[in-house]
């Protein structure tokens, strides 16, 4: 059983960051893709950042690059997000995500691609 809690979220103004984090239980490292997503009321879910395992590549959607960073504790079982130079476009609720790609997290911003997700954290940005 995997299970994926977030937490985190808060809101902000622009120009702040903050982290956010995804703790894991179960099997979920076992899975070679880590992702963050995101959905903002009336969009779709958005892929946003993926790590995969054991490279420790990284990938970002072109809007957060230089911005986002993702990292992971394995031995913590936790996924992180940093979230930095916010904008308001950036308000959404940010999921994290497990699941078995091949290769790995070769479909990383796709939410069919993944197996497991946490319930979701809000991030809200002010101008």
């Known amino acids: 059983q995997v299970q994926l809690v977030e937490s985190g979220g808060t809101s902000k103004q622009a120009g702040g960051s903050l982290t956010l984090s995804c703790e894991s239980s179960g099997s979920a490292y076992s899975n070679n893709c880590m992702a963050w997503f995101r959905q903002a009321p009336g969009k779709e879910r958005e892929g946003v950042a993926s790590?995969?395992?054991?490279?420790?590549?990284?990938y970002y959607v072109d809007s957060v690059k230089g911005r986002f960073t993702i990292s992971q504790d394995i031995a913590k079982k936790t996924l992180y997000l940093y979230v930095g130079s916010l904008k308001p476009e950036d308000t959404a609720t940010y999921y994290c995500?497990?699941?078995?790609?091949?290769?790995?997290?070769?479909?990383?911003?796709?939410?069919?691609?993944?197996?497991?997700w946490g319930q979701g954290t809000q991030v809200t940005v002010s101008s």
């Open positions: 790590i995969s395992n054991p490279s420790g590549a990284t």
């Open positions: 995500a497990a699941g078995w790609q091949s290769p790995a997290c070769a479909a990383w911003n796709l939410p069919s691609s993944f197996n497991f």
